[in-house]
């Protein structure tokens, strides 16, 4: 006995490729989820790494630190500097690495408005 291909057939296949077609809708609608919250995220870790504070510090010598004010200008009144723990104390900077006097000047200094 041999079954003969009829409406049945048909609707089975239209079944079918109605499902893939649903799949195909959750698959999209995956993707689009997933970059809605990754997309996001991404662009946060580049605007972070372009932030002075994120970025690799550069060296003393590279910004030419002394460990004497030029002139008027010195760390402790210096945007990027991170006051130690008084007003005296050594501290750090944003910019350069190591140990930095309150006293101390670079070419990067910037004064605090
Ligand atoms: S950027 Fe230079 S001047 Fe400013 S705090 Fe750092 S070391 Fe001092």
Redesign the pocket.
């Known amino acids: 006995m041999q079954e003969a291909p009829g409406p049945a057939y048909d609707y089975a296949e239209t079944e079918e490729t109605d499902s893939m077609d649903d799949s195909r809708t959750t698959l999209t609608r995956r993707r689009f989820v997933g970059a809605a919250i990754v997309l996001p995220a991404l662009a946060g870790l580049f605007a972070a790494s372009a932030s002075p504070a994120a970025a690799a510090k550069g060296s003393?010598a590279q910004?030419k630190?002394q460990t004497h004010p030029n002139g008027s200008?010195?760390?402790s009144n210096?945007?990027?500097?991170i006051a130690g723990k008084t007003a005296t104390a050594n501290g750090t900077?944003?910019?350069?690495d190591g140990v930095?006097s309150p006293k101390?000047?670079?070419?990067?200094?910037?004064a605090k408005s």
């Open positions: 003393q910004f630190y200008k010195q760390c210096c945007t990027f500097f900077c944003k910019v350069v930095i101390g000047w670079c070419i990067a200094y910037s």
